[in-house]
């Protein structure tokens, strides 16, 4: 054993397969699922990928109690269920769990503010993984942390298991105004930012230089319609994760598989034709409605799950 | 010269990039009417069940097949799976433009995925290659011209106007991959 708390040792070329698969992911939706039927439904209707869990962030906040990483033998019936990439979440900081799913063999794992976090302090040392994981960030200086760290994707934390696309777009808005600023900033401002920012100043300037992050960033947190996705992807996420959004009626209930399918096709069609209103409007028209969801705005700050990591 | 680039999902802008590098005009492939206003196609990495989902619309598939008939084409992993005459694991629809018979995710998951180096037949050296999640050519017929191969298997091959490659040449920085088939083009 190489690395502190992982099983392999990081090498110039491992951090490129980790970004080689969420480049191969853009343009497309990964879904939550709970089950190998759910899977399949994802994987008919297009998703690029999905993400298993033991339940999907609606239930999770609708009933309380601690969030872990699902059990082993769920995850793997969704691997042999389906043919696209699977990932799984580990708590924030665990890397025992992180040891777990990657032994299990899953395509990417999500450190994620949805489950109940291991660590106060700590994120995990995903350098030390062969496996690549995607973490959430606010703002600009978090994706940032997170990247050095060896996070080998971003996604908007937004606010899981609402249904309320407000703060996935205050998340989005903020990563990219801040990279617009350091991209005019002089050099010698760059180091107030890395210190503004806790965050590395080789990354700073790499991203002042390249106008972008340099690992995929893609959009997740309340994203529950057709239009929600195409607009997240209009404000620049490259690929969208759907969580609570395809499968629930509501918080506690799954809506019958025919109702999902139809969902999820759509958000799928959604995603890839984002910017093409006739097509927008073509796979809106038909949906029943979405989950019911819980306004970001009245839930109270101790219970947002996007405060979770720093 | 317009090169259209499906772009329903995957590494599509990598692609674009690399083309437009080497000053080419690309086009953004999302819908069937648009293949009218191209001259070669590039089918990218991505997952090939989504990119089947959206083909099956509107005749998609078959204006696709088509064109892959008569005009140059690169696909690049799922793009390889795509214009495949027989997938296996599992077996799905294909275009069946290039005699070869693929296996999709034949190396394993994103654990296997590597990055290797190999002789080719295009002129230069070693080439680098990205594998990820990456299928494996199984069997190339008589008219396929292996110009790649990798641990024993074919990895970049060519029939007619069609060519495939199991990795990402849109990942490294070696655009020899895409000038050879800018060069059919011509």
Not at chain 1, 260 to 284: G, N, Y
Request: net charge negative; glycine share 10%; aromatic share 4%.
């Amino acid at each position: 054993m190489s690395g502190k708390n992982g099983s392999q040792h990081a090498t110039p070329n491992t951090l490129r397969l980790k970004t080689g698969l969420a480049e191969i992911l853009k343009g497309g939706v990964i879904m939550d699922v709970t089950t190998a039927e759910q899977a399949v439904i994802a994987e008919k209707a297009g998703a690029a990928a999905v993400m298993a869990l033991e339940r999907v962030p609606a239930q999770i906040r609708a009933e309380g109690g601690v969030a872990r990483m699902a059990s082993p033998k769920r995850i793997r019936e969704i691997m042999e269920a389906v043919s696209i990439p699977v990932m799984a979440k580990c708590r924030i900081g665990h890397f025992a769990e992180a040891q777990i799913l990657q032994e299990l063999g899953v395509d990417y794992i999500d450190e994620s503010e949805v489950l109940t976090p291991a660590d106060e302090a700590n994120h995990v040392d995903k350098h030390a993984f062969k496996v690549p994981f995607v973490c959430g960030a606010r703002n600009l200086g978090e994706a940032l942390r997170r990247i050095a760290e060896g996070a080998a994707m971003i996604r908007t934390k937004g606010e899981a298991g609402t249904g309320d696309v407000v703060h996935a777009v205050k998340h989005l808005r903020a990563i990219n105004q801040e990279m617009r600023v350091l991209t005019v900033l002089r050099e010698d401002e760059l180091y107030a930012k890395a210190k503004e920012y806790q965050a590395p100043y080789e990354i700073i300037r790499l991203v002042a230089s390249a106008g972008k992050l340099p690992v995929p960033n893609f959009s997740a947190g309340g994203i529950a319609t057709p239009a929600d996705a195409a607009l997240v992807r209009q404000l620049g996420a490259e690929a969208v994760f759907v969580g609570s959004g395809i499968f629930m009626e509501d918080s506690i209930n799954f809506d019958a598989p025919e109702e999902a399918a139809r969902r999820a096709r759509a958000i799928v069609q959604a995603t890839t034709h984002f910017d093409d209103p006739k097509v927008l409007l073509e796979v809106s028209h038909d949906l029943v409605g979405a989950m019911k969801g819980l306004a970001v705005a009245a839930i109270s700050e101790e219970d947002m799950m996007q405060k979770r990591g720093w | 010269m317009t090169i259209g680039v499906l772009a329903i999902q995957g590494d599509y802008e990598a692609h674009g990039r690399v083309l437009e590098g080497l000053g080419a005009k690309v086009t953004y492939v999302r819908k069937p009417e648009q293949l009218d206003d191209v001259d070669a196609v590039v089918i990218p990495g991505g997952e090939s069940t989504t990119f089947l989902k959206f083909l099956e619309q509107q005749n998609f598939f078959g204006k696709l097949g088509d064109f892959v008939k008569t005009k140059p084409a690169l696909g690049t992993c799922a793009g390889a799976i795509l214009l495949a005459k027989e997938v296996e694991g599992p077996s799905q629809a294909s275009l069946g433009a290039l005699d070869i018979r693929i296996r999709r995710n034949a190396y394993g998951r994103q654990l296997e995925s590597s990055i290797r180096q190999a002789e080719t037949k295009l002129a230069g050296g070693p080439m680098e290659m990205v594998f990820i999640r990456a299928p494996r050519i199984e069997r190339a017929g008589k008219e396929v011209e292996v110009l790649a191969s990798a641990g024993g298997d074919p990895v970049l091959v060519r029939q007619g106007k069609i060519m495939a490659a199991t990795f990402h040449p849109e990942l490294s920085d070696d655009s020899r991959v895409h000038q050879a088939f800018l060069q059919m083009v011509k």
